[in-house]
């Protein structure tokens, strides 16, 4: 996913210049068609094709399960997809509403949505796991170890085990690559954290809600919009997990404090 | 741009749990209509609304010069902007081509776009000047600073003078600011180079050539499909500046090297 080419570097405190082959992130374009209806086009890094297809379907809440896709055929840049869902602009018009009006703040419109992806799970996840995985998490993504320029997603379950990452130049396309890989392989959701390495937007939260992770946490920051819509939606929102410590801005009950010197001020 | 709101701090290396309020970064939606035609919607830090109109106008290559602009208005979450161009669909086909044509490295279909945008200066920056703007970046941006949440931009003249910083939560807003606040003052952008603390895409480097900045400096890294476009237009791409060194991926005829052990390798 990344090519090498000849580059200058020019190291101004040794006061050198040479020249180099230096590795360098590739991305690509995919269109996607869903029942000959065009779906939208991707940029992103050019692997795990198909469990992006799948995981933006379903995390775009386009499709609910891996029954609703009959066949999926990709060749170079287009990706066409039958499915049993009708995929209408209804459903691009609502993911907007979604994204628009999280950011307004006005909650109260979303009252359906949030119905629908309201996430349920007693999952707990000891704070010491939280800071361990991220501790490892860049060594984990060969891409970015090679480019410096890849964002990184995955699962983490209740005993500090990563599973299905995925790299992509864009933080949501890591999140759908993780989420399709995930269909795949037949994973309940509903018992992992979403961990990534991007800033928590309302579409990331929103995108956690609809595949059913009920924990995201993350080495960046949230926005404002990301807090309120992660407290409505009943999702923890972890974030800035950094230096053996991070913040917890909604729904702290599914962290577990694992250490003995507690103290609150 | 950023509102304090309270959280749950856990400090697993310090045996730590406490409440506090955090700075945390604001959204906001922007819906441009240009000449009662739906432009697009984009969500943005809310400052610097007219200069990001304005801006990502001009970087989009819709408008060629404030000229082109009779009127703007911003109330809430809507701007419309009377212009005597003509803004049809055909801009955003041509922009979505070259978008994607240089991602597929097809840069060749590009001919009449890189004709039209290519930069020509005779601008030169200091090697040291560039790692020392880059040393204090962070410094001065408060949203930055406040939340950790942004992305920045700056105009960079041949003297390490900075100006025109802007913050956005999206790369390409804070570059778009930046276009409209150089306009506004009727700056030369073609003395300038554009700085950035966000990775250099295609979309980057043809905002850059559109608005006439020859040079592209960076943080981070560049993606294959920026490099073929920098080169291609005759855009001097520079990313990776940490630590007192950085890397030239095109058109290094515009960087002095001001030191004097110099090795070619």
Redesign the interface.
């Known amino acids: 996913m ?2 090498s ?1 000849k ?14 082959f ?1 590795n ?6 995919l269109k996607i068609y869903v029942n000959e209806s065009y779906y939208g ?1 991707f ?1 992103l890094t050019p692997d795990m094709l198909k469990e992006f297809v799948i995981g933006n379907l379903f995390s775009e809440g386009v499709i609910d399960s891996l029954k609703d896709i009959q066949k999926i055929e990709i060749s170079k ?1 287009i990706a066409r997809v039958e499915s049993t869902r009708i995929v209408s602009e209804l459903l691009k018009a609502k993911r ?1 509403l979604v ?2 009006s999280c ?2 703040g006005d909650i109260g419109e979303l009252a359906a949505i949030i119905g629908r992806y309201r996430v349920s799970s007693d999952i707990m996840l000891n ?2 796991t ?2 361990e995985v991220f501790r490892t998490l860049h060594e984990r993504m060969p891409v970015f170890r090679a ?3 890849t964002h990184g997603a995955a699962l983490l379950d209740e005993r500090g085990e990563i599973d299905c990452l995925a790299e992509d ?1 864009g933080r949501h396309n890591a999140v759908d690559k993780v989420a399709g890989f995930a269909l795949l392989r037949g994973l309940n959701l509903n018992r992992y954290a979403l961990i990534l390495t991007g ?1 928590e ?2 579409q990331i939260v929103l995108k956690a809600a609809r595949i059913g992770t009920p924990i995201v946490c993350s080495f ?6 990301a ?1 309120k819509l992660a407290k409505a939606l009943g999702l923890t929102l972890v974030g ?1 997990v950094r ?7 909604s729904h ?1 009950e599914r ?1 577990r ?1 694992d ?7």
Chains 1, 2 share one sequence.
Request: aromatic share 10%; proline share 4%; glycine share 8%.
């Open positions: 990344y090519v080419t580059i200058v570097g020019v190291n101004v405190t040794r006061g050198k210049v040479r020249e180099f230096d360098i992130a590739l991305e690509t374009i086009a940029l840049d907007n994204e628009f950011v307004a704070a010491s939280i800071v480019t410096g320029c130049l800033r937007t309302p960046s920051a949230p926005t404002l919009g807090i800035f230096g053996g410590r991070f913040n917890v801005y702290p962290i404090i250490f003995t010197s507690r103290q609150s001020l």
